[in-house]
């Protein structure tokens, strides 16, 4: 074990922060009429490019390979993301793959962490083109057309994973300022592709998920991992959230969440959110044993999980753990309030846990020597796993939850001018699943940022607190003056909302491939400490 973490270690002195230049994108365009030809052949051929269309969501090392244990498609981009807001705190270590994101140095176009959430979703985006260009759109044949519609929804997918990050918000004359590089499967000219406006971005979102919409109405999916109409309809609701189109997001949301009852109270009073079958997920990835193995520890098991026994979250103490800043204004009376130990390493969800012949409170103490290591103060205990200690690091992740759409309704409704609906639903849903003493004015938030403060609670390390934050317009908030911080003092810092340090820069493969991109600039790196004045109307 010992010789696994020194491995580990030569690695990232090799290539944590390695220059990426020589890694050409994967990309190349075929005629749909050979592609159509192929598939008529060889369907074979089209089931697995469809099935690897939503196996690379999520897998290890599906861009970069050569055992990087940072490299798992959109779950790290969604891990990453959240780093680099304000909610999600890592130990600043010699273990931590993700310090960039803590730091902020991740607008280095050389970094791998950059690449690979850049690189991610254009993959992604060109494995749906290659469906799209593998059958004829015309068809009538209705298990193409499912596929075809949700190749459509993956690309919206995956442009609603790059439009936030690389320019400000939708409105406020951002919809007109450049974006990302737009490639469909009609597009020829790749070095030559500069970046659309952030309106053309999610006016291609928009089409395509309509068309999903339009197409998957008679489409009956085996299990969650797939794209359906509801899941369609999810998609878009956080499209026209992002675009404050704030009626439509509440009326797509509520189509989304149809059906489907979140999580009770005595179902999250445990880890959970590790199985794709959990009643309240809409969409998920299904984590297998076999794609696991490719590499364990490029898993969400490895890294956000406090319960893997062959993972870096517990094996080197980089446990994911909450800012104390937002875990302070989480009331006793909240179920939520155990999804993390106290600064006393104790939480009632450990009453459920036993590892290694050790039970309850004192699984955070436990200390197994090159397994675990005694947890952090405010360290989660929201995500389990199907075996706590368990090594095969296979469990599930949320993509998509009935609970996000509940908060989006709440949002669009409150943002279109049906401010009282909106409070009635935020309190009915928050009083019967997660606090039933709950009011949403005990805080004295208005109720905008009082829906945002339930956003950070309940989806805290599913991947939204960056965008959210970016969003509202928000400044990054991470810590106080004169208070009390679990962030280390490396990431400790604050960023006011218009700095252009929160954009993404291109990657230094796509800038000498595709010579029309001009590469976002402005900003500068934060330093410690700097503004310790700012506050964001929820852990004020």
Not at 52 to 63: H, I, N, Q
Not at 214 to 227: P, V
Not at 418 to 438: G, H, M, N
């Amino acid at each position: 074990m010992k010789n696994r973490y020194t491995y580990i270690l030569a690695i990232m002195a090799a290539g944590a922060c390695s220059q990426m230049d020589e890694l050409e994108p994967q990309g190349g365009i075929i005629l749909s009429e050979q592609m159509q030809e192929v598939n008529s052949i060889i369907p074979s051929r089209a089931d697995a490019s469809f099935n690897g269309m939503y196996t690379k969501l999520g897998a290890p090392e599906s861009v970069i390979g050569g055992g990087r244990p940072d490299d798992f498609g959109f779950i790290m981009m969604a891990f990453s993301n959240d780093i680099e807001a304000a909610d999600v705190v890592l130990a600043n270590s010699g273990y931590n793959w993700f310090s960039a994101c803590g730091s902020l140095s991740s607008r280095n176009a050389d970094y791998a962490n950059p690449y690979i959430r850049y690189a991610a979703p254009y993959n992604t985006i060109a494995a749906a083109n290659d469906i799209l260009r593998s059958y004829p759109s015309d068809t009538d044949d209705p298990s193409i057309r499912h596929k075809l519609a949700q190749a459509h929804a993956i690309r919206a997918f995956a442009y609603l994973n790059l439009a936030p990050y690389f320019q400000f918000g939708y409105t406020a004359g951002g919809k007109d300022l450049p974006c990302v590089p737009i490639v469909t499967e009609k597009t020829t000219d790749f070095t030559d592709n500069p970046r659309a406006t952030v309106a053309d971005v999610y006016e291609l979102i928009i089409s395509d998920l309509t068309y999903a919409i339009d197409n998957l109405g008679d489409y009956a999916r085996t299990d969650k991992s797939r794209i359906d109409r509801q899941t369609a309809y999810g998609l878009r609701a956080r499209a026209y959230m992002n675009m404050e189109e704030w009626a439509l997001a509440a009326s797509d949301a509520s189509k989304a969440a149809a059906g489907y009852v979140p999580a009770a109270m005595n179902e999250v009073a445990r880890p959970s959110f590790y199985d794709i079958s959990e009643h309240n997920w809409i969409w998920g990835y299904d984590m297998t044993s076999d794609i696991a193995m490719k590499n364990p520890y490029a898993t969400s098991s490895a890294w956000i999980r406090s319960f893997s026994g062959d993972g870096y979250s517990a094996g080197t103490q980089v446990y994911s753990c909450i800012n104390n800043l937002l875990y302070d204004k989480i009331p006793s009376t909240d179920v939520r309030k155990g999804w993390w130990v106290d600064a006393s390493l104790e939480s009632p969800l450990l009453s459920a846990v036993t590892w290694n012949g050790v039970s309850g409170n004192a699984v955070a103490a436990l200390e197994i020597d090159n397994v675990k290591m005694k947890f952090l103060p405010y360290t989660n205990v929201k995500f389990g796993m199907a075996a706590v200690g368990g090594t095969l690091n296979d469990d599930d992740w949320p993509l998509m939850r009935v609970e996000e759409m509940i908060l989006i309704q709440a949002e669009g409704l409150a943002k279109s001018g049906s401010e009282s609906q909106a409070k009635a639903l935020l309190e009915d849903f928050v009083r019967t699943y997660r606090d039933p003493a709950y009011s949403a004015d005990a805080s004295g938030r208005s109720l905008s940022d009082e829906i945002w403060f339930q956003r950070r609670v309940e989806l805290w390390g599913e991947g939204f607190s960056n965008s959210d934050t970016r969003r509202l317009g928000k400044p990054l908030v991470r810590f106080h003056s004169g208070a009390d911080s679990n962030v280390p003092s490396a990431f400790r810092f604050n960023m006011r909302a218009d700095d252009g340090w929160w954009l993404l820069r291109f990657t230094s493969s796509e800038m000498n491939t595709n010579l029309a991109i001009i590469d976002n600039t402005g900003g500068t790196q934060p330093i410690q400490d700097q503004y310790g004045e700012l506050r964001d109307g929820v852990t004020d």
